[in-house]
């Protein structure tokens, strides 16, 4: 190994929500690349390391439905021929997520990490980053050297946790250690709202991930809640300890913090002060004196893979004779074309949602007046990507694809302000910082969907059996 290290970069994710029926394509994939990836803290440790860092590509599609074969096989090959490119190198860094499924090949992650093995040989350090909702393989940690998980739902330590995964890498080519992870796999499934990392008893369990670590000898610890809207073998909690070089010491580590998960496994409940129904939501919302009231529509959470065009608020809110209300927003492509069609401030006769998710919903008929079209800045189009339609005392805020609107801005740019309305509703489980940070009261709406927080009422049928706490409870060692 030369002096200065050379560490390629590289990566591709998404989250898989595999009762969603909108497969994920190429075209999904948003790519960052080059030197892009090099700003901010990676860039800094570039240069406090002294290790040159050689950036190819990292895309990223938002939580859907299976990602197609195809799209696969191409995000893959073009990985491989630019970290190819790249060779020698001492190390890879990947930044994955852990829970992206495949038609036709399951675990991508595990198939992804195997393949660049193959590639750079066993020499080659490879570090992987991971989002905590990933469902992690044992084929996975046995292809890579370090692997680094969040520590934070709702997602606050993006970069600190690349960062770590990079820093961690760049020590041990440099300290010459010879990483090992182990993994430990409690039986435990768990729906990212009931896990929330400022919540007990998850606040206290990750706080044990830093304690772990300053102990001699180990480099890492990372504790993944998993994704339970991927019905696959590994869905499920997972406990990763890496240690400097002693493998039955990090399988210790992790079968000792693996004991203190299950043994909270009765603890874990919705991490937010107020759940409700979809009607009782909006009757609290309603009542309230606090404005604007965030109802998240969790069982359409557009960022746990759902569909996100369900229109059952916008109908109830219309029922039950909301007034000042927004729904941010309504996936309808067509919707949106026709609201173009006849221009802002004129009538308009729609049918909206309800077609992506036909299980869970239903088109609704509305009237009412287009009241602003927009395009997002970054999107460079002509044609408007989303219209605001005011029906009766609703403002509906419709898009012509899936998008999570997680920020004020991303509301904003549709022409609307989230925080003049009484009622907001968003298709989100917990609510995204941004949102949280600014909401005086939110309440999450246990609704329908293919995020449907209601796990013992999801079928699945890949999972590893048996599993608390669909199969009750029972006695379990690591």
Known sequence: MSNRIRIAIGGFWQETNTSCLVPTKYNDFKFERGATLLNGGLRRLWHDNGAELLPTFVARALPGGLVRRSA???????????????????????????????????????NLVATVRELVGRDVLISVSLDLHGNISPALVDCSDLLTALRTAPHRDIEETRQRAVTLLVRALRERLKPVPVLVKPPLLLAGESAMTNVEPAKLLYGRLAEIERRPGIMDASFLIGCSWTDGPYTSTSVIVVAERDEGLARQEAAELARE??????????????????????????????????????????????????????????????????????????????????????????SIGGRLDPANGTPLAVTGRVDHLSTAPQEHRKEPTMAVVRVDGVSILLAVDRRGFTERAAIAAAGVDPMQHKIVVVKQGYLYPDLADHAPWAILALSPGAADLRLEEREYHRLARPIFPLDGDFTWEP
Request: with cysteine; charged share 30%.
């Open 72 to 110: 696969y096989r191409r995000l893959k090959d073009e990985l491989l021929r630019e970290l190819e490119a790249t060779l020698p190198v001492d190390g890879i860094y990947l930044d994955l997520h852990g829970a992206m499924e495949v038609e036709e090949v399951g675990d991508a992650e595990s």
């Open 261 to 350: 998960v299950w043994a909270k496994r009765h603890e874990f409940r919705l991490g937010v002060e107020e759940v409700a129904s979809v009607d009782e939501s909006i009757r609290r919302a309603m009542e309230a004196c606090e404005r604007p009231v965030f109802i998240s529509d969790s069982g359409d959470n557009v960022m746990g893979g759902a569909a996100g065009d369900i229109p059952l608020f916008a109908e109830r809110l219309l029922a039950l004779g909301a007034q000042d209300a927004l729904v941010a927003g309504l996936a309808d492509a067509e919707a949106v074309r026709q609201c173009a069609a006849v221009g802002e401030g004129a009538e308009v006769r729609l």
